[in-house]
């Protein structure tokens, strides 16, 4: 395939940034989508230039640190992947391509296609945790039995990988689907019941500061979530922040 | 030759631990607000390890190279973790899991470690479960488990095929309640460049901010590298792009022995590689392993007609095929330990028999499985004259909720269905056994610095086995150095506070900044990935599932050639202080360069085959074992800690002598 690439290039976090034209010839469908940009820098190094910047790490679809939003959607045409996870086949010979960072207010460019998402690392710490040593002194695991049903769902929730697809998707750019994942894991379990208000308070307030939009129930996150969290996860939050506020 | 001494605790095996802990000096709750301690790396070791400490009420200091703790590379572990609970009441024990791990392990794994790993992996689980990590539950409510390769029990807890996800979350969460609290202070996006030692004593090290190109230098009374393993020195590999020997590296060449680097796991199940583009190797989990059979064609002809494309596997017939690990090994079947199950697929696709164009890929194969489970839920749902279809419908409905995102997984990247045909599968580089030695608290040799997770080298001889790396990581850090580490500490509750502006500091700074600078200014015309490339070959080649004298002779030559010419022509562009992601890389790979020279001389050292280490010298001539690994216990039992001497090939060889008072020595057959 011979494609063309118009990309993202902003040298700081200060610099503004534009659109760049790349033609890239030779690509085949086997390859992954990260795996083309490889090629592309390993070019552009040879000819004397700057590769591209761009976040990436497990290439297997778990790490949730690749971030592009591809023709228009995050992670590109595929559903259910990661940008790492998508593959060229997607693509038709001769076509072009834009590629952007995740944009939103709330996760700053740092260089062409890297973002800055410790926002959401700021929201866990506001309340993204079980207030248990890790003493080794708890009970055992089996005398707490927990149905299934309940167990499956709060596996559901908590398979979100922390990739901001959701955010950049959405057009408030609201963290809803991210936030209301954490907090329904704990809501499911009985550990996470002792300081169920506190938690979600917290959590939310915190969302507000960092800048996040709110959400118009659009649902555009969860069909861009290359893990399917659904969009229960934030009804049940709603729910817990009037418990909670009540 | 000086000796090493493991500080292995006197007394009965299973009373060390208990005793040791009643023994050692402890740091009071005001003390230990003055006392720093950094941790490198935040995966299940470095997280786990950050957040105890900050509980107990150390300072800490973590730092990682990606942009949040989270993403750590443990969270793609995919199967489980062990824990000798005994819940499916089938005769487990820690004793059990003890010896399970040390016959795994090959007889190279140090008895105490090992025993005190199991002692704790029960506690793991009840932390885990007390921190909300979502493991799988039964219609009772209560936890399930699954087997894994080489053991006779069911012990591996695990959440869907994301069980390292979960527990990382969980050890991610118990930082975040510490870093909220201002006890862990978080250094995302930083990658440590050198460890400073004062007066013999590990007391900081040098970072590189990866935004702004900064050299930023942090103090403390102890330093923990839990950085991870080396498996991205074969370039293909598991492991995420990022992963790498740097933050290790350093250390040894400032004086920590590095132990059996040649000790590398080849896991037999991952998607064969498509082309030279490839950047990186994706595994299928071992679990797939309790359903799926492995084979490949019994005659020559199928496999050209398969390649060609002109048969389909589907095509040949039950007796066409060659479920060659059931042939060889009956008792174990698909269930043998990794090392053998990835030698056996070498052995067959170096026959000629592999199933791709590359010719090196085998088949996985579910159909067995899936008619299996299909009858087994035709009987129960009284359907005694279910067709075909009806059997294969039910069969994939029960085979897609044990593994379901694996398939799709699988889907995705080859664009077959797994559940129609075979998957094909190779193995590829996935975990490295040795690391930096330990002693019994988990310290280096050099004095302060601690080492643990994959980053050691302790627990898993020369094989792990499946979900102990996962059981290693957390007891490390949650169970094993908060003690150790206090013991140690409790002699510097009167040090204060580490300066920085010191001639130390200010020396391994100016040597952070040469290197870098010298990286920069090469002039070369070659992009870092093309040394990376080089060295994954000829590491892959000779220095991969099988090795010989002669072949690690040139792999020795030639990476010493390879590294001049990494250091004459790479092309780094950009400059120093701002984001840089090619000079980040050529850091990585320049000490690659250097460990994967010290790597071959260790395999050249160890004439044994033992593990994933398979010495073609060495292997049993006749008998029932024919043409196995030859293990030489009369003249190899023992860790090799090699001590930098100025360039790899100088490294002197230390050896620390193995006692197994508690197990008996003995081959280990599958058969």
């Known amino acids: 395939m011979n494609l063309t690439l118009k990309i993202w290039r902003q040298k700081d976090a200060k610099s503004p940034g534009k659109m760049v034209t790349y033609p890239i010839s030779n690509i085949e469908g086997h390859m992954s989508f990260l795996e083309m940009m490889d090629i592309l820098n390993d070019e552009l190094i040879e000819k004397g230039e700057e590769p591209v910047a761009f976040d990436h790490d497990c290439r297997e679809g778990i790490c949730g640190m690749c971030s592009m939003y591809i023709n228009g959607e995050a992670h590109g045409p595929d559903r259910k992947v990661t940008t790492c996870q998508l593959h060229m086949r997607m693509f038709k010979d001769g076509e072009t391509i834009h590629i952007e960072p995740f944009r939103a207010n709330s996760f700053p460019v740092l260089k062409d296609l890297m973002v800055d998402r410790s926002a959401f690392d700021r929201i866990q710490q506001a309340g993204g945790y079980i207030s248990v040593n890790t003493s080794g002194n708890t009970q055992d695991a089996n005398s707490l039995p927990i149905p299934k049903a309940d167990a499956d769902l709060a596996m559901d929730a908590a398979t979100c990988i922390g990739c901001g697809a959701c955010v950049a998707t959405c057009k408030n750019s609201s963290a809803m689907l991210f936030v209301s994942a954490k907090v329904s894991q704990y809501a499911l379990l009985p550990q996470g019941q002792v300081e169920a208000n506190d938690r979600v308070l917290n959590m939310v307030n915190q969302m507000d500061i960092e800048g996040f939009g709110n959400c118009t129930n659009t649902g555009a996150c969860e069909v861009e979530c290359p893990k399917g969290i659904s969009l229960d996860n934030i009804a049940r939050m709603n729910r817990e922040l009037m418990k909670a506020k009540v | ?12 095996l299973k009373d060390k631990w208990t005793t040791y802990k009643d023994k050692i000096d402890l740091v009071n709750p005001a003390n230990k607000r003055k006392i720093d301690v950094i941790v490198i790396g935040t995966g299940l070791a470095g997280g786990s390890a950050s957040a105890t400490l900050a509980e107990q009420g150390y300072n800490v200091k973590a730092f990682c190279y990606q942009d949040s703790p989270r993403r750590a590379h443990s969270i793609a572990a995919q199967g489980g973790i062990n824990a000798a609970k005994n819940y499916q009441g089938d005769g487990d024990s820690n004793y059990r899991l003890f010896y399970d791990t040390v016959k795994g392990g090959d007889y190279r794994s140090r008895e105490a470690n090992v025993y005190r790993l199991a002692e704790v992996s029960g506690n793991i689980i009840d932390q885990c479960v007390a921190q909300g990590v979502p493991f799988a539950r039964d219609y009772g409510g209560l936890l399930d488990n699954r087997s894994f390769g080489g053991v006779l029990v069911s012990r591996t807890f695990y959440a869907k095929g994301q069980t390292g996800q979960q527990l990382l979350l969980g050890a991610y969460s118990a930082m975040n309640r510490q870093i909220a609290r201002g006890k862990i202070e978080m250094y995302n996006r930083h990658e440590m460049l050198d460890i400073v030692k004062i007066d013999g004593k590990a007391r900081g090290i040098i970072a590189r901010n990866l935004i702004t190109g900064e050299l930023e230098r942090h103090s403390a009374h102890a330093v923990v590298i839990a950085s991870g393993g080396y498996g991205n020195v074969y370039f293909l590999s598991t492991n995420a792009m990022g992963s790498n020997v740097t933050a290790a590296w350093k250390t040894h060449k400032k004086g920590a022995y590095f132990a059996n680097p040649c000790f590398t796991q080849i896991h037999p199940t991952c998607i064969p590689r498509s082309g030279d583009y490839q950047s990186k190797l994706t595994l299928m989990s071992e679990s797939l392993r309790n359903d799926g059979r492995i084979w490949v064609p019994k005659n020559m002809d199928d496999v050209m007609a398969i390649r060609e494309g002109k048969k389909k596997p589907t095509d040949l017939s039950e007796d066409e095929r060659d479920y060659y690990l059931e042939r060889r090994y009956p008792a174990f079947g698909n269930l043998v330990p990794r090392d053998v199950a990835s030698r056996a697929a070498k052995e067959r696709c170096d026959a000629g028999y592999g199933v791709n164009k590359t010719g090196e890929a085998v088949y996985l194969d579910f159909k067995s499985a899936i008619e299996r489970y299909g009858k087994e839920q035709a009987k129960i749902h009284n359907e005694e004259n279910a067709s075909a279809q009806r059997i294969y419908d039910l069969g994939k409905d029960i085979v897609e909720a044990k593994y379901g995102n694996l398939f799709q997984m699988y889907e995705k990247i080859v664009d077959e269905n797994p559940y129609k045909t075979p998957m094909m599968i190779y193995p590829a580089t996935h975990y490295t056994m040795g690391g930096l030695w330990v002693d019994y608290n988990l310290m280096t040799t050099v004095e302060g610095c601690y080492a643990i997770g994959e980053a050691n080298f302790s627990d898993h001889g020369a094989n792990r086995l499946g979900a102990s790396a996962l059981m290693q990581g957390l007891a490390d850090g949650y169970f094993v150095l908060p003690y150790t580490i206090g013991d140690y500490l409790s002699n510097d509750i009167r040090t204060g506070k580490i300066p920085t502006d010191t001639d130390e500091f200010n020396e391994a700074e100016n040597s952070v900044k040469t290197t870098l600078e010298k990286l920069i200014n090469t002039g070369g015309t070659k992009a870092v990935d093309y040394f990376h490339k080089k060295l994954g070959v000829i590491m892959w080649n000779k220095v991969g599932m099988s090795r010989n004298a002669t072949g690690l002779k040139e792999a020795i030559a030639e990476i010493q050639e390879l590294r001049a010419d990494f250091w004459k022509n790479v092309r780094v562009p950009g400059g120093v202080n701002e984001v840089n992601r090619e000079l980040e890389k050529a850091g990585r790979v320049a000490d690659f360069l250097e460990l994967g020279e010290l790597f071959a001389q260790d395999a050249l050292t160890r004439e044994e085959s033992c593990g994933g280490h398979f ?8 008998g029932e074992q024919q043409g196995e ?43």
């Open chain 2, 1 to 12: 030759m000086s000796t090493l001494d493991s500080k292995v605790p006197e007394g009965p």
């Open chain 2, 615 to 622: 010495r073609e010298e060495s292997v049993e001539i006749d």
């Open chain 2, 629 to 671: 690994a030859k293990r030489d216990d009369e003249n190899f039992t023992f860790v090799s800690a090699w001590e930098y001497k100025g360039t790899p090939s100088e490294a002197q060889l230390h050896k620390e002598e193995l006692k197994y008072e508690n197990i008996e020595l003995k081959q280990r057959s599958y058969k």
